[in-house]
């Protein structure tokens, strides 16, 4: 069993009944010639990693070599939910953080409040030499973890669900891969950041009960938000503005899996929003695909940062 394409999936997906996650889980089968057992193995290892990454800078920040990120996925949570304090946070990790929202949480919810303090938190953990899983590259690797951790603590999902949700995600990331770039420096930041929320947009959808229509849904309006989206890191390091960012793919992602459980369709299909996505990204200037020269990186103070991060 295997596809290359968003509608070959779907059509297997509807033809053998079988959600997106069912798909990929088959398709690794075969192709990798590897058990079931095997697989979600290496997923529960992934998640494990995925897990302690999202939460161990909440509890103790990680400052980065540069200077440019750490401790901003605590200070989000702690502003977000009353019931972390400061003077806890030196307790060691619990996985079970807790905490009701306070005034300034009730901005974006719990589930979301979440999201983003965790996928902030990855980007702590990759820029301070830590170890992350790649969802699809470092820069884009909180979007995915923040997103699943949040709605398995929030909905109570057990992992074996949550592991269902990391297959789907897959062969959305593997289809972007194939047709067209999870890159920055290829095709800007749409390219990863822009992937991870497609991936974790249709991943959420499934989770929360949607078809694999929907799954494509979400995927391709995730994909069209965040089209344009340049790379443009400041001094050339996966930092700033990648965390913020990752903070905006989680958002983005979640907008969009709402938006397709509630059946409103991007008029553009998922395959022909990966090309457009491509296209864009090749169409931009070099400046604005990695290399530090543009955006962010190339104003005044970024520039100066340039010359720090050289020093340290």
């Known amino acids: 069993m295997d596809f290359t394409t968003g509608k070959e999936l779907l059509d297997l997906c509807t033809g053998q009944n079988l959600p997106i996650s069912a798909v990929m889980l088959r398709r690794e089968m075969e192709l990798g010639k590897c058990s079931e057992e095997e697989i979600r193995k290496r997923l529960a290892r992934s998640l494990q990693i995925m897990e302690e990454g999202t939460h161990e800078p909440v509890k103790k920040p990680r400052k980065s070599m540069s200077g440019l990120v750490g401790g901003e996925a605590k200070a989000f949570y702690e502003t977000a939910f ?23 949480g009730r901005l974006c919810g719990s589930v979301l409040s979440k999201a983003i ?13 830590g170890l992350i899983v790649a969802a699809p590259t470092a820069g884009s690797a909180g979007v995915l973890p923040g997103a699943m951790m949040a709605v398995k603590e929030s909905f109570g999902m057990t992992e074996e669900r949550i592991l269902d949700g990391l297959l789907n995600a897959g062969a959305i990331g593997y289809l972007l891969m194939r047709n067209a770039s999870v890159s920055g420096a290829e095709a800007g930041c749409q390219a990863e950041v822009g992937a991870a929320s497609a991936m974790t947009a249709s991943a959420l959808v499934e989770l929360m009960g949607g078809s ?34 990752n903070a905006v793919g989680v958002a983005n992602a979640f907008t969009c899996a709402q938006m397709a459980l509630s059946k409103i369709a ?28 543009g955006g962010n990186a190339g104003t005044p103070t970024g520039c100066r940062w340039c010359g720090k991060a050289d020093t340290v």
């Open 117 to 129: 303090a965790y996928s902030m938190a990855v980007l702590e953990v990759n820029a301070s030499m």
């Open 212 to 245: 694999p229509k929907q799954c494509f849904y979400g995927a391709s309006l995730a994909i069209s938000n965040l089209l344009g989206l340049v790379c443009d890191p400041i001094a050339g390091l996966v930092e700033v503005p990648c965390q913020s960012r």
């Open 82 to 104: 009353s019931e972390i304090q400061p003077e806890a946070a030196d307790s060691g990790p619990s996985w079970d953080l807790g905490g009701s929202l306070s005034e300034a």
């Open 266 to 293: 991007h008029p553009i299909p998922f395959d022909e929003m990966a090309e457009a996505m491509y296209r864009v990204g090749r169409s931009l200037p070099y400046e604005l695909r990695e290399s530090a020269k």
